[in-house]
């Protein structure tokens, strides 16, 4: 019998921690600019992207504390894989928080299109030249990340959907200002609300698929069994497993069941050598059994 672990690197949301903090205390800042004016203006397009700007400092947040936690509760005996699923679970809270910003400020901007108040352009304006400047900044110090760590790309997505906002709200701000059409604050605020949504729906998806262990998206597990099957003393690879812990730390078990002349440790090197080269799986529990034990795995019904 064989076992063996080959251990990878720690997650990828932890290496971004600093810019994560930076991109906090730029959303904590404009946030407490953004209420303000949007109070004192009535602007729906303001207040849209400042309840935006809300969930992105609170989303942030959540990453930062999920990824703290991650790394300072290691494995236990209780906790054998640690926090890392922390992480996951603060995406899928940002993606829900999102979904509830973007339902409040569809049904907020359908009830003023009948009646819209007057809303002064130029605060608005200038208020948006600065959130714009601002999302641009945690948008460049999020975008590496946002690549490799699902909890990072919650984080970003919800800084690409305040910067859309910006946008909007500079363009409402402008329109309003040059124009005095009182329509273009609510329309930008259901323009807002609508943007965000597809993003977020694949947000949750992609949280719901580790939090469910399927097999990354990017992970052939078929192609797995065939690349282990076909090693040197191997016969039978069977109950394979490849799920995601954590974004950017994939881990895998599997048993195979091997010929008589075979030596186990030889195989297990063999399999963890190509499951780390072949596609990137550096954890994996690996049970190097004789054919005859294997029959006894035929017996599980899950």
Known sequence: MGHGHGHGTASASGRHLPRLVAALCIGIVFLILEIAVGALTGSLA??????????????????????????????????????????VLAALGNAVLLFGVAGYVLAEAIGRITDPPEVPGLPVLLTAVAGLLANL????????????????????LEVLADLVGSVGVLVSGAITLTTGWRYADPIIGVAIGLFVLPRTVTLARRALRILFQHAPREVDVERIATELTGLDGVR????????????????ASAHLAVEQHAEPAQVLVAAQTLLADNHDIKHATLQVEPCESAKRCEELTW
Do not use: C, Q
Request: charged share 20%.
């Open 46 to 87: 303001l207040i849209s992207d400042a309840a935006h700007m809300l969930t992105d400092v609170f989303g942030l947040g959540m990453a930062l504390v999920a990824i703290v936690l991650a790394r300072r509760s290691g494995p236990t005996y209780r906790r054998t894989y640690g926090l890392y699923r922390a992480e």
């Open 236 to 251: 039978d690879v069977h109950d394979l497993h490849v799920w995601t812990l954590t974004s950017g730390m994939d881990v």
């Open 137 to 156: 900044v945690s948008f460049a110090l999020l975008r590496a990340g946002s690549k490799e760590s699902l909890n990072v790309r919650g984080a970003y």
